[in-house]
T-cell receptor, first 118, second 113 residues
Framework: GAVVSQHPSWVICKSGTSVKIECRSL??????MFWYRQFPKQSLMLMAT?????????EQGVEKDKFLINHASLTLSTLTVTSAHPEDSSFYIC??????????????FGSGTRLTVV | DQQVKQNSPSLSVQEGRISILNCDYT??????FLWYKKYPAEGPTFLIS?????DKNEDGRFTVFLNKSAKHLSLHIVPSQPGDSAVYFC????????????FGKGTRLSVIA
């Protein structure tokens, strides 16, 4: 089945630095990928929709200058958390849709990245 | 504005009994519904789905029921097993193309041996 690889699985960084998270579709092409954020014991909140070759679409309240999304190819989207602060500490999950579909309607998730900013 | 609601944050069930997890939605444009199981610091694992043209879908121990007029769906797990203990998320989509899934807040299921 479709596989989405997300890297790194966890990262610790200092306040003020930037962190890049990669999301790759391994066996399918994804023109659209989605980035979610989950705070402890909370829901998965959509941050942005990443579109290959064009600008990402951000959800209301998500700072596009802080959370930079680049979808440079059909198999790779990156999320860069710039000038990270402790409040950015969270679990970030990417998702891509495999158009070959299936009972999950093609929605495939990465394993997530736990970001801790100290 | 929460479009997908899971009003029970937690549920405890005895092993072997039925677990029923509920989900309500407000967006009448949602036509595709999925249930996921999730552990901390892991991505969600797909369990079962249903589209609005059906009212029931069954896969092994998991059955999802959809009441479109009430904008309500439920996940039944029977018999419940200790390994089912996790957080369960309901998610919905208008169209599985370029539209994202919208998630509920989740229900933590504990299956007691």
């Amino acid at each position: 089945g479709a596989v989405v690889s997300q890297h790194p699985s966890w990262v610790i960084c200092k306040s003020g630095t930037s962190v890049k998270i990669e999301c790759r579709s391994l066996d399918f092409q994804a023109t659209t990928m989605f980035w979610y954020r989950q705070f402890p014991k909370q829901s998965l909140m959509l941050m942005a929709t990443s579109n290959e070759g064009s600008k990402a679409t951000y959800e209301q309240g998500v700072e596009k200058d802080k959370f930079l999304i680049n979808h440079a190819s059909l198999t790779l989207s990156t999320l860069t958390v710039t000038s990270a602060h402790p409040e950015d500490s969270s679990f970030y999950i990417c998702s891509a849709r495999d158009s070959r579909s299936g009972t999950n309607y093609g929605y495939t998730f990465g394993s997530g990245t736990r970001l801790t900013v100290v | 504005d929460q479009q997908v609601k899971q009003n029970s944050p937690s549920l405890s069930v005895q092993e072997g009994r039925i677990s029923i997890l509920n989900c309500d939605y407000t967006n009448s444009m949602f036509d595709y519904f999925l249930w996921y199981k999730k552990y901390p610091a892991e991505g969600p694992t797909f369990l079962i789905s249903i589209s609005s043209i059906k009212d029931k879908n069954e896969d092994g121990r998991f059955t999802v029921f959809l009441n479109k007029s009430a904008k309500h769906l439920s996940l039944h797990i029977v018999p419940s097993q200790p390994g089912d203990s996790a957080v369960y998320f309901c998610a919905a989509s208008e169209e599985p193309g370029n539209t994202p899934l919208v998630f509920g807040k989740g229900t933590r299921l504990s299956v007691i041996a």
